[in-house]
């Protein structure tokens, strides 16, 4: 009996990395750090999601916080080598939006104007037990050259 073997397609697994981190300071810093390491261990070029990661844990210290409640990192690589990033805070009723640029009176909502520029989409979604998460997708992020 002699069978023809069909072309079998190759997929990328889809990577996923979560953590919960303290909602301080310290703990948006380290969402940065632990962004570049992962994203170097997965091979990836980092440098615009480490922006967006460090733009969007600072918002999750800074008007997403709740006294003893922590908030959570999460970064997934489809196989379509699409980055979404992911960070949860504990504040559900407090919706980020982005300012408008001109406007030079306002003190905070700058920042997502960076997520913005790096990112292909972002938004927000409701989480349970009161939370909301903050997503943004980057578009198949180069390979590192070694």
Known sequence: MNQKSLPREVTTPTRHFTVQLSATRRGARLARLL??????????????????????????????????????????????????????????????????????????????????????RWGTAEAPAGCKVVWAELGAPDREDP
């Open 35 to 120: 962004t570049e390491r992962q994203l170097d261990d997965w091979g990836l070029a980092y440098e615009a999601a480490v922006h967006v990661v460090a733009e969007l844990a600072s918002n999750a210290v800074l008007h997403g916080r709740v006294a003893g409640r922590d908030f959570r990192l999460g970064l997934r690589l489809g196989p379509d080598r699409t980055l979404r990033i992911e960070v949860t805070d504990a504040r559900g009723d407090r919706v980020p939006y982005a300012h408008d640029p001109v406007a030079a009176d306002v003190e905070s909502g700058r920042g997502l104007l960076i997520v913005g520029a790096y990112a292909d």
